[in-house]
């Protein structure tokens, strides 16, 4: 997993309620176990005026300039609801969202984010506001930094200091590791336990 740095990224508001996995990416749109090639059916019901054709749906904000280079993602209560499908965060992850800001996420999609480098940062509506009304001046220009080692974002003269994030979702996110990396980095404690294990109980 690579890892989370320091950044400034324009801003794509998609302020809609309960935007759910399958609108993330519809079912139809999962024809692998890959993380690779996910990217095209990200949103397609919305993003495209026929499926089939893939031809653009213009008023979808994420086929907008500049929002169609958007590396923040600020929506509604409740993102990522609905299903556990993992392939949601991985056609965000490839389409280039980094980070995604609501007001609440669904459980599973918010740690399936910690797992895939993507940072799911939540903050009240009121902060969000402000965050799309300082964006919508000048999106290309005004864009959004995000410190996550000091738990800050940054826009013109603001800023919101200690956005909340457990310290091991925090730690995993700035160091690139998942959990799997994270066991192989206590490898040689588990070779000495299963060396221990074996010497007294030989018969396993």
């Known amino acids: 997993m690579k890892p989370f740095e320091t950044f400034s990224g324009i801003v794509a508001p998609l302020i809609r309620m309960n935007i759910d996995t399958d609108a993330i990416i519809p079912s139809r749109e999962m024809k692998s176990v890959s993380k690779k090639g996910l990217a095209d059916g990200l949103f397609s019901d919305w993003r495209y005026e026929s499926v089939e054709s893939r031809k653009e749906n213009k008023d979808f904000i994420l086929n907008q300039s500049p929002f169609n280079e958007a590396a923040i993602l600020l ?26 800001i609501a007001p609440s996420f669904g459980s599973i999609f918010y740690n399936n984010c910690i797992k895939n480098g993507l940072l799911p ?35 013109g003269k603001k ?45 396993l």
């Open 121 to 155: 940062i939540t903050l009240g509506e009121n902060k969000i506001d402000l965050i799309e009304n300082f964006v919508s001046i000048d999106p290309l220009k005004n864009q959004l930094a995000v410190d996550l080692a000091n738990k800050v974002l940054s826009f």
């Open 159 to 203: 800023t919101i200091e200690d956005f909340p994030i457990e310290t091991k979702d925090q730690e995993s996110l700035i160091n690139g590791l998942d959990q799997i990396e994270q066991t192989l980095e206590k490898i040689s404690l588990v070779n000495d336990f299963e060396k221990f294990h074996k010497t007294k109980n030989p018969w």
């Open 75 to 100: 929506s509604g209560k409740n993102f990522g609801c609905g299903s556990s499908r993992e392939h949601a965060v991985w056609a965000l992850s490839e389409w280039g969202i980094k980070v995604i």
